[in-house]
């Protein structure tokens, strides 16, 4: 293959095959017939969406577009596909479907024009609850019954979500912000015409603003349990409500750190957790009706991840075996297994089952495996940092990237990522900093960046690359801060108010000027930002001012680099070109790269390039030609 940065042929290496090696992601299964399954897939070079007959063993390719598909559900019963259809990465569609077995197209709820997604619920007598957001008509959740038209239950301007349906469909669970804090939902549970059940709020009555969440109704028939995350401890922890009768139950489940749950359905025809292969299909298996008597639970603690199994009855938890690393997703099965989307820093992702085995191979090669992470706790100003590191082989210094991830409430984990392996292979250690705003470490430390945003994660990513140059990881004279997204945001912001501290940036789909984006940006991300700031760019200009990049671009001295997707709907592309061009103005060394697509891009050789001219630019001007890793074999 031919090298763009050198024009030289050689050997396709490492780092690249770790984006080409097909990627499958967890297969998620048919509540009433399990053997219909649905999974994400990169194996013809972009993510598109895949159902797979466990039965037969058939595999087949549901979607096919230029610039892919990830957003899909099967029906209950397995007969549909529902998959959304948005326009060249902008987000904004409507729901499709097709039949499991593959056939035609056809628009899923007729007269619903395009909106953004925000929620979708199947139910199993047909029943369809559709969320919606527009930047005209704000939040809203409609009803669609069997061969009639949708009947909107729901509208309000602050952004809203379905959340869940009910397994008899006369209950339906809502995620809304109409208190106007869009961290911190608040739930309804009202009937299919829209009149409520019950409201469940943790944002009244004290002197913080605590998020719930929905996690799921209840599978067994005739329980109207909604399985609900909450915050009321500091961090994210379930718990039981019952909205027909308003109890709540609280789950003692003593484990650091953030869980979720989901229901755990109980074994069918005598099979038990872990056992070595499904129930046999037959009468008692099909006639047996889920019950609702424990729970899997995903534990989230300090960048790593592990599954337990909550019994509901005696309250007893018992741990499922899963390597170290991070399970990015988890799935209860009828026959008493869990199945999970496994990964480390070092090791590439898998589909495993607690039955000991893979469930699905992609197929072709696999990734090259990277180097493992250390972990660093750094002291900041608003307390312990956590940071997680990869070096190259050798002595340092090294050039450092700082990778900084975005959301702002995400977080980074020990899990595999090809973006650093690639730096790593080039000669670069790659640091990552779960700054304040990130989740995993708190309430606190996530809600800490109101007001001064932006500003507050740099005082953290400062305190980290302080500590990296002291210990002697980093090279002073050759740091990179380097993000996507809010990470992107992050590292024009830096390279503004730190002009001192970066030697080169690299920014992909950032927030560039703050008042522009919330004036073009989908309507979601404009009530996060008046929660973030305090209000609107005309209620509190002096806040959006002190978090935009764009205020202290002339500022700027490190040569920038900025790619961004021309159909963006989060970092729309008008307020990257205003500062773009301020940067043109003054003459300041900087590249842009724009592509047809969305928040990034779903297309793997797309995603190389972008990966290719980020390490040219940076080996460019940091007047080094970092030696690569072996060429994969």
Known sequence: MTDEITGTTSPEPAWEKRFRAPRIGLPEWAEDA????????????????????????????????????????????????????????????????????GGE??????????????????????????????????????????GEEPVEIYRNRESAAVGDLSQDSTLIALEHTEHGDAMHAALRVVRPD??????????????????????????????????????????????????????????????????????????????????SSPAPAGPETEARPPEATALLVVHSHEARSDLWRYDLRSGELIRLETPPGTVSGATARPDGSVEYLWSSAAVPPEVRSTTGRVV???????????????????????????????????????PTVFEIHGGPTWHDSDAFAAGPAAWVDHGFAVVRVNYRGSTGYGREWTDALKHRVGLIELEDIAAVR?????????????????????????????????????ALGLAAVPVADYVTAYHDEMEALKAMDRTLLGGTPEEVPERFAASSPLTY?????????????????????RQIENYVRRLEERGAPHEVYRYDAGHGSLVVEERIKQVRLEIGFAQRHLGTAAPQAAPAG
């Open 194 to 275: 829209g009149s409520t059940v019950a409201e469940l709020d943790d944002t009244k009555g004290g002197s913080e603003e605590l998020g719930l969440s929905v996690l799921g109704f209840s599978p067994a028939p005739g329980d109207s349990r909604l399985l609900v995350g909450h915050q009321r401890d500091g961090r994210w922890l379930p718990m039981l409500w019952d909205p027909v009768t308003e109890e709540e139950t609280a789950l003692p489940i003593d484990l650091p750190g953030d869980i979720s749950a989901e229901w755990f359905p109980a074994p069918r025809s005598g099979s038990a957790a872990g056992a």
């Open 105 to 146: 197209d056809v628009p899923a709820v007729p007269g619903l024009a395009a909106s953004y997604p925000a929620g979708l619920a199947l139910g199993r007598d047909g029943t369809v609850v559709v969320g919606r957001s527009t930047d005209e008509t704000g939040s809203t959740i409609h009803v669609v019954r069997p």
């Open 466 to 502: 302080e500590w990296a140059v002291d210990s002697g990881i980093a090279d002073p004279d050759r740091l990179v801060l380097a993000g996507g997204s809010w990470g992107g945001y992050l590292t024009l912001l830096g390279l503004g108010t730190q002009p001192d501290a970066w």
């Open 34 to 101: 399990p053997d219909r399954s649905l999974f994400v897939s990169n194996v013809t070079g972009t993510f598109e969406l895949y159902t797979w007959d466990r039965a037969t063993g058939a595999q087949r390719r549901a979607t096919d577009r230029p610039n892919g598909t990830t957003d899909g559900v099967l029906s209950p019963d397995g007969a549909w596909l529902w998959w959304f259809a948005d326009t060249d990465g902008d987000e904004f569609g409507v729901w499709m479907r097709q039949p499991f077995s």
């Open 360 to 398: 699905l191979d992609p197929p072709g090669f696999r990734a090259p495996a990277s180097v493992p992470v250390t972990d660093a706790w750094v002291e900041g100003p608003g307390g312990r940092v956590h940071t997680l590191v990869q070096k190259p082989e050798g002595a340092g210094p090294f």
């Open 553 to 573: 671009v002339d500022r700027v001295r490190a040569p920038v680099y900025i790619s961004a997707g021309v159909n963006d709907p989060r970092c729309p592309i």
